[in-house]
């Protein structure tokens, strides 16, 4: 990757024909003025998460438990020409990351569930 390769990424210079790798694990389907089309899942970015037992409620008997966060794994190094979308949780995970973005106004149909997004959200 060339100097002029990393500020591009850096500066979120991102061209209308570059790649867009979806690595949610189901299809992202976008929705834009004329069309809708859909970005099928290439494989899964995650934050690794470690769970700790902390007490149960006292009169429902529910486990009440702490989360820690690691390390993001799936995640490809930055590459010329491809953006990635992920997460929200992945995507705070690399605040540093301008190639990674995750869904963001979401599209509903008529029972409340999620058919698509209008927008992503980037960092």
């Known amino acids: 990757m060339t100097e002029n390769?990393?500020?591009?990424?850096?500066?979120?210079?991102?061209?209308?024909?570059?790649?867009?790798v979806n690595l949610t694990p189901?299809?992202?389907?976008?929705?834009?003025?004329?069309?809708?089309?859909?970005?099928?899942s290439e494989g899964i970015a995650r934050v690794e998460t470690t769970m700790y037992d902390t007490r149960e409620l006292p009169v429902s008997g529910i486990q009440v438990t702490r989360m820690e966060r690691g390390e993001v794994v799936g995640l490809p190094a930055p590459a010329t020409g491809t953006i990635y979308i992920v997460s929200g949780m992945v995507r705070e995970a690399v605040p540093h990351r301008k190639d990674v973005f995750s869904p963001g106004a979401l599209v509903r149909d008529e029972d409340g569930r999620v058919v698509a997004c209008a927008s992503l959200v980037g960092n």
Do not use: L, Q
Request: with cysteine; proline share 3%.
């Open 26 to 40: 189901h299809e992202v389907r976008f929705v834009g003025e004329d069309d809708t089309w859909a970005v099928p």
């Open 5 to 20: 390769d990393m500020t591009r990424i850096e500066n979120s210079v991102f061209c209308e024909d570059d790649r867009i």
